[in-house]
């Protein structure tokens, strides 16, 4: 069955908090997709959440962020279903690629990965590398290093149009900042706004911090990214600093963090390896598995 922002509630415990309320409050017409699957009995059975990416432009994707099989109804036949449906549904909408994200070690994980790739599924790709934080996070180079005099973080929600603007212009001009890092996607979650920074110097912005709220005990340090003319300075230390101490400060009922850097990101990877990973408690990493001309399939 189709699943839109009137029906979810049914499904909603099938995934994360924060997938729902795009769905709820936040799906846009057709750029969110859903599909849901009932047993006999009418209990919800699986579910599937997506959005569209570039529909009209060259290269249209459907990015699978969200796909669940309840566990007491695995292994019957729910998930292949909920395959067969979700590649229909991206061959009737056009789509070139099908792409599926997930991550190691999560709940059924493992099962769906595999029943993907035996499906014809490429990959998998690892796409990020995933810390994992329980409990307060205070490491010992916590406000050790400041920003130079030049430079000075804003509260992200303080980003005026005239900023935007000139992220839009000159990243259409220069490209300095990674398109996979872009803070301006239609993502499925609004950025947490208590400590999601950006980063000006001689007041121009040169790069950010950005985190969302996955549930009630959990922010994601989502994408922290720097000007390249700018990286290599000592500028991300602070920025991720003062983060973390917002989220100290202001969200101590909130005591678990995620930690996400893009593995095309070198630079911030190796920052992460000899900064972050090193007091985390779990380490996991986002991966994609995908069906590349699902619109020339047949069926």
């Not at 997709?33 to 570039?54: E, N, R």
């Amino acid at each position: 069955m189709r699943v839109d922002r009137d029906n979810l509630h049914k499904f909603r415990h099938l995934t994360f908090p924060a997938y729902a309320d795009f769905f709820v409050g936040k799906g846009r017409g057709t750029s969110a997709v859903g599909i849901g699957l009932l047993s006999p009995g009418g209990k919800p059975a699986a579910l599937m959440l997506a959005t569209l990416q570039d529909r009209h432009g060259v290269m249209p994707m459907m990015n699978v962020s969200s796909f669940y099989v309840a566990p007491e109804f695995r292994r019957q036949g729910y998930g292949t279903e909920l395959l067969q449906q979700t590649r229909h549904k991206a061959r009737k909408l056009g789509m070139m690629q099908l792409n599926f994200y997930y991550m190691t070690g999560s709940a059924g994980g493992e099962e769906i990965e595999n029943m993907l790739l035996a499906a014809g599924c490429k990959g998998p790709v690892t796409r990020m590398v995933v810390g994992k934080r329980k409990g307060r996070f205070e490491p010992p180079w916590l406000n050790m290093f400041p920003f130079p005099a030049s430079c000075r973080s804003f509260p992200w929600r303080e980003l005026t149009p005239a900023d935007r603007q000139y992220l839009v212009d000159i990243q259409r001009r220069e490209r300095p900042f990674p398109d996979y890092l872009w803070p301006f996607k239609d993502n499925f979650q609004e950025t947490e706004p208590i400590n999601s920074l950006g980063l000006k110097k001689n007041g121009r912005v040169i790069g950010w911090l950005l985190t969302h709220r996955l549930d009630a005990v959990t922010i994601r340090y989502s994408n922290i990214c720097l000007h390249r003319d700018h990286q290599g300075f000592g500028l991300a230390l602070p920025l991720l600093s003062e983060s973390i101490v917002r989220h100290n400060l202001y969200h101590r009922d909130i005591p678990r963090a995620i930690f996400s850097i893009f593995t095309p990101n070198k630079i911030m990877l190796k920052f992460a390896k000899k900064i972050l990973m090193p007091y985390m408690t779990e380490m996991k990493e986002s991966r994609v598995v995908y069906f590349d001309h699902i619109r020339h399939e047949a069926g």
